[in-house]
């Protein structure tokens, strides 16, 4: 199984960027695909996952500048970051999961596949 992560890099206060994560050696379309974000110096957190169905979830801290999407036919899923922020810098890590429960979507630890991450950096 291989996730990866690419579309991360520097932009400034209020950009754009949208980071792509492709998935092979696993039956795509069953997956709950999550990405996670860890800066420096801090404990890796939940950003955003879409389940098999196209339900979506956000952090409270990207809820309505975030979108999570999902491309099946492609074994990709995107995050559109919109609105970005200092505080947004991280590197940015997509994971997969297919019999994660609802009560753990937002756990790291509950992700069985990860992909290598990649860097966001929002300069102010």
């Known amino acids: 199984v291989q996730l990866q992560a690419s579309g991360g890099g520097l932009v400034q206060a209020g950009g754009s960027l949208r980071l792509s994560c492709v998935a092979s050696g696993l039956t795509f379309s069953r997956q709950t695909i999550a990405w996670f974000r860890q800066a420096p110096g801090k404990e890796r957190e939940f950003v955003a996952a879409?389940?098999?169905?196209?339900?979506?979830y956000y952090a409270d801290s990207v809820k309505g500048r975030f979108t999570i999407s999902r491309d099946n036919s492609k074994n990709t899923v995107y995050l559109l970051m919109n609105s970005l922020r200092p505080e947004d810098t991280a590197v940015y890590y997509c994971?997969?999961?297919?019999?994660?429960?609802?009560?753990?979507?937002?756990?790291?630890?509950?992700?069985?596949?990860w992909g290598q991450g990649t860097q966001v950096t929002v300069s102010s």
């Open positions: 994971s997969a999961d297919p019999s994660i429960i609802l009560s753990s979507l937002r756990v790291s630890h509950s992700y069985e596949y």
């Open positions: 879409i389940r098999w169905n196209g339900n979506t």
